[in-house]
């Protein structure tokens, strides 16, 4: 479990069992992808959050170029709009235009009105998976066409709830 003085949250309700938005870069400037792997926990004295991106996705250059992210969670009517985010590059077009969502800054970062919670996170390490070191199993089945993901790790430092409501 994550505490903050008001929220506790268990990852796994969040990220295995449904998908999350991760959004990374500022409100001139920002992309969203969904994501469905990542893991929480306590490194360095933090609390922290990792998560996985492959370096052809259009939102892995605003990590690289961004010391914050986000996860949004959304209630489950808005899985017709995370599809959309997750079948749609932002490089191509405007796919936020192609859903119900209403984008939202939050400090550094951006997030959605939407959101029934927000997960601020400071980007404290970013590491490619290495080839050589990936099991063959995993290998096999991600990594035929394209290159291994990188691993981003972000401290907590924000947890909101409810930015409809704001």
Request: a negative charge; aromatic letters at 14%.
């Amino acid at each position: 479990m994550i505490q903050t003085p008001d929220i506790t949250i268990n990852p796994h309700d969040y990220i295995a069992n449904g998908w999350a938005l991760l959004t990374a870069g500022n409100k001139d400037h920002f992309n969203v992808m969904t994501i469905n792997w990542g893991s929480f926990g306590f490194l360095w004295n933090k609390s922290i959050c990792t998560v996985y991106v492959k370096p052809i996705r259009y939102t892995f250059e605003f990590l690289m170029e961004n010391d914050y992210f986000t996860i949004s969670f959304l209630p489950e009517e808005y899985k017709k709009d995370m599809l959309i985010i997750g079948t749609k590059s932002g490089r191509d077009l405007d796919k936020l235009a192609l859903t119900s969502l209403t984008p939202d800054s939050l400090g550094d970062t951006m997030t959605y009105k939407e959101a029934n919670r927000t997960i601020v996170l400071k980007k404290i390490y970013a590491s490619p998976f290495v080839k050589e070191e990936v099991p063959d199993f995993a290998h096999e089945k991600y990594y035929q066409e394209e290159a291994e993901h990188y691993m981003f790790i972000g401290e907590v430092v924000g947890i909101y709830e409810n930015r409809q409501d704001d």
